[in-house]
């Protein structure tokens, strides 16, 4: 994780927490979810913990955060999986037999090859939206902490 993005959050946290800013940025280490159920909520049946930090300088992330190369190859197979489809159909039509548009057709379409890559297109297809639901569903997650993080100040200066 980049310094400047370590800057740029902890001034969002300071601002959000009402919590100086510390001198030092704290050192950012990926975990496992295992490790914040025993570690961050070892009292709670639901640990949505994603990160933690322990007041020693250390700032815990879940792994699922440290997934961006990994979503990326997905977004790509998937932006690309059409064109791998149409590339592999034109290879099957130019082996086909000569007839009329849906004879080819309907001759392409038995063909094993065509078969495997439509799987394949769909099985890229469904990996990204596996992967996009994921991000949408962190990014409702911090949605929420940020909107609790707000009602949370908003009941400490009401009780003021």
């Given amino acids: 994780m980049s310094?400047?993005?370590?800057?740029?959050?902890?001034?969002?946290?300071?601002?959000?927490?009402?919590?100086?800013?510390?001198?030092?940025?704290?050192?950012?280490?990926?975990?496992?979810?295992?490790?914040?159920?025993?570690?961050?909520?070892?009292?709670?049946?639901?640990c949505n913990v994603l990160a933690w930090y322990n007041d020693e300088?250390?700032?815990?992330?879940?792994?699922?955060?440290?997934n961006r190369e990994i979503?990326?190859?997905?977004?790509?197979?998937?932006a690309t999986a059409d064109d791998a489809l149409k590339t592999e159909d034109a290879f099957i039509r130019d082996d086909a037999p000569d007839g009329s548009v849906?004879?080819?057709?309907?001759?392409?379409?038995r063909q094993t090859r065509h078969g495997e890559a439509v799987k394949e297109k769909k099985?890229?297809?469904?990996?990204?939206?596996?992967?996009?639901?994921?991000?949408k569903i962190l990014f409702a997650l911090?949605?929420?902490y940020q909107t609790d993080c707000k009602l949370a100040r908003d009941m400490d200066q009401a009780h003021r």
């Fill in 71 to 78: 979503y990326g190859n997905l977004r790509g197979l998937q």
């Fill in 3 to 46: 310094h400047m993005l370590i800057v740029v959050l902890l001034s969002w946290a300071s601002h959000l927490s009402g919590y100086s800013m510390p001198t030092e940025p704290p050192e950012i280490q990926f975990k496992s979810h295992a490790w914040f159920v025993e570690h961050a909520c070892p009292t709670m049946e639901d």
């Fill in 102 to 109: 849906a004879e080819v057709d309907a001759w392409v379409r």
């Fill in 57 to 66: 300088g250390i700032v815990y992330l879940d792994e699922s955060l440290d």
């Fill in 123 to 135: 099985k890229k297809y469904s990996d990204w939206a596996a992967a996009e639901l994921k991000m």
């Fill in 142 to 144: 911090k949605d929420k």
